[in-house]
């Protein structure tokens, strides 16, 4: 849709809404689940909104339209987000007028749009990832009286091009580059539920990058399922690590940070691009999700330990003083003890700054949801247990021969419960927190390293 009729269309519901609920500018409230993409979702979901006439809210106890942007990754993150949805039925039953709606991953599952179907009725509003520029179109159609309105499915070959976006920070941005995935590892639902890989126009996307910069944003991090495979489908000329220096040229004062980077296509290019570049984190998170060969095969993750590793390795020598982050699954059916040992052995060599590790969470619909083996609740819980306790041990050590040393940080926040503590993040991606005034938030400042626990730094302005 072009700019100009989709301009028209944000134009022509808002009648609609002053007849519905009887005044000017309604309230919004959106609250995300899951990943930075959802985040990336959710910012473009309330510039609509905001574009045909709601004012946005964090306060859902005085929205007219609540929307749970969900995410479907793991079974925990599903079960809470159904939870929050059985919680805005008392909205609904206190003010018939309150419009309330489910989308993101969770609604691109069938079995999940027959549970809400079922149990759910009160819902106006369900749609999926691929149908966030609908939006107008599918809140006229509620606003006209239909009654619970149903759309997903992601194979569009829409981009999202052209929506408004109402950002949560006026200094750090996402900037999406592609959207799907490809890979079909066997524990996921992302390409069932984000669809098959497509790229954003490399120069759509540094035009948007100029436009955050000019616009003062500190910190922008491109996002992808798989960043590195950026282009490669559809043929483009120019690489992920081509990007990386084009913004990285860009004048200002920023850092470019990006997620995620799948193993199977990190290049030497891409880390040679990040050495090379002063503007871009000096951070890398890798996942490899497994220690052992036997168990990425079966994991369909597409390398082996040894080419993790010898990526690692160039990667550390091209670039010193990088920081490494990683996903771990534990419990993947079939894991032995001899091959979760092969991943803490793994995590031993490499040592991460910092790990997101995961029991394993079966999802229907994906291969590993029928495999046999699958591990013992109590089995998985005490190789979690020895996993964290591992990367405690390694990241007190690193946090440890940070105290002394100087680093930039981007200011982001007080710290809770604090007056005048405040929380920066390092380029590895490194909490310190340091006393500071408010109008540093959103600013570079330099920082000492004091002292430590074993996630975060604590410092003084240099």
Same mark, same amino acid.
């Given at each position: 849709?072009?700019?100009?009729?989709?301009?028209?269309?944000?134009?022509?519901?808002?009648? $609609?809404?002053?007849?519905? @609920?009887?005044?000017?500018?309604?309230?919004?409230?959106?609250?995300?689940?899951?990943?930075?993409?959802?985040?990336?979702?959710?910012?473009?979901?309330?510039?609509?909104?905001?574009?045909?006439?709601?004012? $946005?809210?964090? /306060?859902?106890?005085?929205?007219?339209?609540?929307?749970?942007?969900?995410?479907?990754?793991? &079974?925990?993150?599903?079960?809470?987000?159904?939870?929050?949805?059985?919680?805005?039925?008392?909205?609904?039953?206190?003010?018939?007028? #309150?419009?309330?709606?489910?989308?993101?991953?969770?609604?691109?599952?069938?079995? #999940?749009?027959?549970?809400?179907?079922?149990?759910?009725?009160?819902?106006?509003?369900?749609?999926?990832?691929?149908?966030?520029?609908?939006?107008?179109?599918?809140?006229?159609?509620? $606003?006209?009286?239909?009654?619970?309105?149903?759309?997903?499915?992601?194979?569009?070959?829409?981009?999202?091009?052209?929506?408004?976006? *109402?950002?949560?920070?006026?200094?750090?941005?996402?900037?999406?580059?592609?959207?799907?995935?490809?890979?079909?590892?066997?524990?996921?639902? #992302?390409?069932?539920?984000?669809?098959?890989?497509?790229?954003?126009?490399?120069?759509?996307?540094?035009?948007?990058?100029?436009?955050?910069?000019?616009?003062?944003?500190?910190?922008?991090?491109?996002?992808?399922? /798989?960043?590195?495979?950026?282009?490669?489908?559809?043929?483009?000329?120019?690489?992920?690590?081509?990007?990386?220096?084009?913004?990285?040229?860009?004048?200002?004062?920023?850092?470019?940070?990006?997620?995620?980077?799948?193993?199977?296509?990190?290049?030497?290019?891409?880390?040679?691009?990040?050495?090379?570049?002063?503007?871009?984190?000096?951070?890398?998170?890798?996942?490899?999700?497994?220690?052992?060969?036997?168990? $990425?095969? *079966?994991?369909?993750?597409?390398?082996?330990?040894?080419?993790?590793?010898?990526?690692?390795?160039? *990667?550390?020598?091209?670039?010193?003083?990088?920081?490494?982050?990683?996903?771990?699954?534990?419990?993947?059916?079939?894991?032995? &003890?001899?091959?979760?040992?092969?991943?803490?052995?793994?995590?031993?060599?490499?040592? @991460?700054?910092?790990?997101?590790?995961?029991?394993?969470?079966?999802?229907?619909?994906?291969?590993?949801?029928?495999?046999?083996?699958?591990?013992?609740? /109590?089995?998985?819980?005490?190789?979690?247990?020895?996993?964290?306790?591992?990367?405690?041990?390694?990241?007190? &050590?690193?946090?440890?021969?940070?105290?002394?040393?100087?680093?930039?940080?981007?200011?982001?926040?007080?710290?809770?419960?604090?007056?005048?503590?405040?929380?920066?993040?390092?380029?590895?991606?490194?909490?310190?927190?340091?006393?500071?005034?408010?109008?540093?938030?959103?600013?570079?400042?330099? #920082?000492?390293?004091?002292?430590?626990?074993?996630?975060?730094?604590?410092?003084?302005?240099?």
């Amino acid at each position: 849709m072009e700019n100009k009729e989709r301009n028209e269309e944000f134009e022509n519901i808002s009648f $609609l809404l002053e007849r519905h @609920f009887g005044y000017e500018n309604p309230k919004a409230f959106v609250r995300t689940f899951g990943c930075q993409g959802n985040v990336a979702d959710s910012e473009k979901i309330k510039g609509i909104l905001n574009r045909i006439g709601f004012f $946005l809210t964090e /306060n859902v106890d005085e929205a007219d339209i609540i929307i749970l942007n969900t995410c479907a990754i793991r &079974e925990n993150a599903q079960n809470r987000a159904f939870g929050n949805i059985g919680a805005i039925k008392k909205y609904k039953e206190k003010n018939s007028k #309150v419009i309330t709606a489910l989308c993101g991953c969770m609604p691109e599952q069938d079995y #999940v749009i027959d549970k809400v179907k079922k149990h759910y009725g009160f819902l106006d509003l369900i749609f999926g990832t691929g149908c966030i520029a609908d939006l107008p179109d599918l809140l006229t159609r509620v $606003l006209q009286g239909e009654k619970q309105v149903v759309k997903t499915g992601n194979e569009s070959l829409s981009l999202n091009e052209g929506l408004p976006t *109402a950002r949560d920070s006026t200094f750090k941005a996402f900037l999406p580059v592609m959207y799907g995935c490809d890979n079909f590892c066997t524990y996921c639902v #992302v390409p069932y539920v984000r669809g098959r890989e497509r790229s954003r126009s490399f120069n759509q996307i540094i035009d948007d990058a100029k436009q955050l910069i000019s616009s003062g944003y500190k910190e922008i991090t491109l996002l992808g399922q /798989n960043v590195n495979s950026y282009g490669i489908k559809d043929g483009y000329k120019e690489s992920f690590a081509d990007l990386l220096r084009s913004i990285n040229d860009i004048e200002g004062d920023f850092w470019l940070r990006f997620m995620t980077s799948h193993p199977k296509d990190c290049s030497y290019d891409l880390l040679d691009a990040m050495a090379q570049s002063a503007k871009v984190a000096k951070h890398l998170h890798l996942p490899f999700q497994s220690g052992n060969n036997r168990v $990425l095969k *079966a994991m369909n993750r597409g390398y082996s330990r040894e080419k993790y590793l010898e990526l690692i390795n160039y *990667a550390k020598s091209v670039m010193p003083d990088i920081s490494l982050t990683s996903d771990v699954i534990v419990g993947f059916p079939g894991e032995s &003890e001899s091959e979760f040992e092969d991943t803490l052995s793994l995590v031993k060599e490499v040592e @991460f700054t910092s790990l997101f590790t995961f029991l394993f969470s079966p999802r229907e619909g994906t291969a590993a949801y029928k495999m046999d083996g699958y591990i013992d609740d /109590n089995i998985k819980s005490e190789r979690f247990d020895r996993l964290i306790k591992l990367q405690e041990e390694i990241a007190a &050590e690193r946090s440890r021969s940070l105290v002394g040393k100087e680093f930039k940080v981007l200011c982001e926040s007080y710290a809770d419960g604090s007056s005048n503590a405040l929380l920066g993040r390092t380029e590895g991606n490194v909490i310190i927190e340091f006393a500071g005034k408010k109008e540093s938030v959103g600013s570079f400042q330099k #920082v000492k390293v004091l002292s430590t626990k074993t996630w975060r730094l604590f410092g003084e302005l240099a």
